[in-house]
């Protein structure tokens, strides 16, 4: 249960009284909510807003899918597949990875995703024991505009380590790096790219 959790990791807000059944209620009761110092952060309904835009910029072909209601220290979406039920409370969970450039499916719903997933698997959800390190090696915990994201994603070959990351404002991060994976998923399969360089419009 998410109170296992709450008693290791700690939270800025009573989270007994968050309601489950639906994205809606859950932003309602719980928006805004810090777990564990900044590893899980509940959207508000304004941040979810916003998420579903970036989002749906740097994965276009998920822009229907869509619904985020959390987001962990490394800018990592969380969201509702609204593909895969008929509301926000019955589909799966898509985390949508702007390091990795890829999604993947939790094959749970909203409730067990609280109840089950980050409480039992911590590690495969939430990277707890990667923001370990990064807190050791000197890095704060992000605000709730920010995220740990890093300085070369790895689907450019960046380095799953702690020496490529650095602290970022969140929608700034998922901006650059949607425009570079929709660029390198324009390329031909093997290319290698050099220098990479964002155009302020």
């Known amino acids: ?5 709450i008693a290791r990791v700690g939270s800025d ?3 007994n009284l968050l309601e489950l059944q639906d994205v809606d209620a859950l932003l309602r009761t719980g928006g805004g909510t810090s777990i564990g110092n900044g590893l899980l952060r509940l959207h508000t309904g304004y941040s979810a807003q916003a998420a579903d835009i970036f989002v ?5 072909e998920f822009s229907r899918r869509v619904r985020c209601f ?3 220290w490394l800018g990592r979406q969380f969201s509702i597949d609204l593909e ?3 509301d926000s409370h019955s589909g799966v969970i898509l985390m949508l990875e702007p390091g990795t450039g890829e999604v993947l499916t939790i094959p749970v719903v909203l409730s067990e995703f609280f109840h089950e997933e980050i409480v ?6 939430l990277a707890e024991s990667f923001f370990m390190e990064w807190k050791a090696s000197g890095g704060r915990a992000p605000a709730f505009t920010e995220s740990v994201g890093y300085r070369t994603p790895l689907f450019l ?3 799953d380590e702690v020496s490529n990351l650095e602290l970022t404002d ?4 998922w901006d650059v790096v949607g425009q570079i994976r929709i660029r390198a998923s324009e390329l031909p399969a093997g290319t290698r790219i050099g220098t990479v360089t964002i155009d302020d419009e």
Not at 56 to 60: E, L, M
Not at 170 to 173: G, I, K, L, S
């Open 70 to 72: 959390a987001f962990d």
């Open 157 to 159: 070959g960046g380095v």
């Open 84 to 86: 895969s039920a008929d």
């Open 13 to 15: 807000r009573p989270v």
């Open 120 to 125: 039992d698997y911590p590690d495969a959800a």
């Open 56 to 60: 749906r910029a740097a994965f276009p």
């Open 1 to 5: 249960m998410l109170d296992q959790l």
């Open 170 to 173: 969140t929608a700034v991060y």
